[in-house]
Structure formats: structure tokens, C-alpha cells
């Protein structure tokens, strides 16, 4: 239990008391709705993860990529539950949406998916977090979002649209062809819509930007002590070189609020990723679903972090 000391000797005396953020903006590419007052933590807390549109070209694959976001969530935020609703066609939400154009791809209205988000989040739940393959913007002055969030009202809408390695190419798949002029009522043209292929850099990025921004709601600040997930960015290349996991003072300051057990929390982890490794070498190709296992290839130095981890822990 050597690790567990020194965690708390790496704690401040006096750390910022979660839920006290009052931030107008964020540098990880956020609008952050300014938050006031604290969020009483509970016992009960509860995820809900809403999907706006699809993942993958199917809607097999949109279920079982919120399966991995879920299950990763839930190893995470060891401790809560989440619960997945069902992925919901962008002509349900009546948000708006447009063509960039620059980009020249489609995208949706973060604050009018927020509104959207806001009906649907259950009394129960801690927050609620939207996730999209499709572009975001927050205003039309602006070129795009990440993703906002309202801290306040516990929900956030993220897009992973940008994480596709293609994105930034000129043989983006997601630009439109056609210049026709969109009617804003007219939801077909998100028929059939381009969505990037299922990496595992992409899953790698869809996991870090999660349980970055679930922390932010849960009131961690961008980290300015180590290594962690939990540090601002300005950029894709930026958040690229955060680490998938809590530096040891983040992690400590969410077990308060959780009580998990350390060394549980990264066994469960752990497992996330050789669950990921197992369905690929037994070769669940041969039934036809070699697109649909967990790629972790890109998590494999954060598994060899956990591995040195759960052994200082076990020694
Ligand atoms: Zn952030
Ligand atoms: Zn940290």
C-alpha cells in the first residue's frame, strides 16, 4: 500500500474543493456555462450518455461503440453507473444545422442540442452527456466546438467528428459534394451521412475527451500538477499528449468524492482493454465481426501504466 501514501502525501493541504468552478471559458476547446454554488454529491451518481445521430456505418456498431464508451465510463468513474438511452436520429432534436464553409462538411447546433439534452436528462441522474460523429458549432460567427457544456445544469454535447485522422485531408469523406441550398427543416441530408471508421485512435480520443469533460462537471479544474487527463488543451495535438488516465492528485480528489478502492478502480480498467486484446486473438473475425471488436492498439501504453501501477499497489 506503498502508492496510497504517497498519493495522499501528494495531495495539497488544502485542495480546491470540488464543485467551487466558476469558469466563463475553457481551454480545452469547450464553451463552459459558468457554474455557481456546489453540486452535493451523492451516492447515487448516474450517467446518462445520449447518442445524436451514428456511429459507424450501422446502427450494430453505433450500440456497441456506446457500449465501450459506457463500460470505459463506468471503470473510470468507478463507482457510477451509466446508462446508455437510445441513439437518437439528429431530425428529432430540431436543432439547427448548416454546412461549413470552409470545411464543407455538416454540422449541428451545440446549444440547440443542449436544449434537447436538458428534456431528456433523468431526475436521477448526476448529468447527462451527448455524444455525436458530427460536427458542432455554437454560433454562426463561429467555425466550430468541440463541445459544450452547461456545469449548472450537469450535461454536456460532445462531438468526435474532429478526432477522424481524415478530418484535416483533402479527401475528407464528410465534405458535401453538392452546394444545394439546405432547408432547415429538411433533416435528409444527414441520411446516410458519412461517419468515420471505428480506430482505436478514434475510441482512444472518444474516452479521454469523456472522462475529461465528466470531470469538469464533476468540478476537477484543468490539472497544472502532472500528467493527466485532466490537463487543458488548445488543440487535437495537444489533447493527444495528455495521458488517458488521472495524475495521482486528480485521482485522489475524485475517490473522495467517489470511494472507490484504488487498486480496484485500475484492476477494472485493466480489464477494459484486455477484454479489447482477448476478442481479437480468439478470432471472433470468423463470425463476420472483425470490424466490431474493441481496437486497443492505441491503449497500450496506458495499460503498461496501469500494470506498474497495480504492482507498487500489490507489493
Ligand atoms: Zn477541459
Ligand atoms: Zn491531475
Not at 464543485?19 to 459558468?34: Q, R
Request: charged share 20%.
Amino acid at each position: 500500500m506503498q502508492l496510497l501514501s504517497v498519493l495522499n502525501q501528494l495531495v495539497p493541504k488544502s485542495p480546491e474543493p470540488i464543485g467551487s468552478e466558476k469558469s466563463a471559458g475553457d481551454l480545452c476547446g469547450l464553451s463552459i456555462i459558468s457554474r455557481s454554488g456546489s453540486r452535493a454529491p451523492s451516492w447515487e451518481y448516474r450517467v446518462v450518455l445520449c447518442m445524436q445521430g451514428s456511429f459507424g456505418d450501422s446502427r450494430v456498431s453505433t450500440d456497441i461503440y456506446m457500449k465501450w464508451l459506457k463500460d470505459y465510463c463506468e471503470a473510470f468513474y468507478y463507482g457510477l453507473t451509466v446508462r446508455i438511452l437510445s441513439p437518437v436520429p439528429v431530425s428529432h432534436t430540431g436543432c439547427a444545422f448548416r454546412v461549413n464553409e470552409y470545411t464543407h462538411n455538416l454540422q449541428i447546433h451545440a446549444g440547440h442540442l443542449l436544449n434537447y439534452l436538458k428534456k431528456k436528462k433523468p431526475k436521477d441522474a448526476f448529468c447527462i452527456v451527448g455524444v455525436t460523429m458530427i460536427d458542432l458549432y455554437p454560433r454562426d460567427s463561429w467555425n466550430f466546438v468541440f463541445g459544450q457544456a452547461s456545469l449548472t445544469e450537469g450535461m454536456g454535447i460532445f462531438s468526435f467528428a474532429r478526432y477522424d485522422s481524415d478530418f484535416y485531408s483533402a479527401n475528407y469523406k464528410g465534405k458535401l459534394k453538392t452546394t444545394k441550398k439546405l432547408s432547415p427543416a429538411d433533416y435528409s441530408v444527414f441520411d446516410g451521412y458519412y461517419t468515420p471508421e471505428l480506430s482505436s485512435k478514434l475510441l482512444l480520443r472518444s474516452c479521454k475527451t469523456l472522462t475529461h469533460e465528466i470531470g469538469h462537471i464533476f468540478g476537477l479544474h484543468h490539472c497544472q500538477w502532472l500528467q493527466c487527463v485532466m490537463q487543458g488543451s488548445n488543440h487535437l495535438e495537444e489533447a493527444d499528449r495528455r495521458p488517458l488516465d488521472l495524475c495521482p492528485i486528480c485521482l485522489r480528489k475524485l475517490q473522495s468524492a467517489l470511494g472507490f478502492n484504488i487498486m480496484e478502480r485500475y484492476q477494472v480498467l485493466q480489464k477494459w482493454i484486455e477484454d479489447g486484446v482477448n476478442e481479437t486473438e480468439a478470432g471472433l473475425s470468423n463470425d463476420g465481426r472483425a470490424a466490431l471488436q474493441k481496437p486497443v492498439e492505441a491503449f497500450k501504453e496506458s495499460y503498461d501504466w496501469i500494470v506498474k501501477c497495480l504492482h507498487v499497489l500489490q507489493k
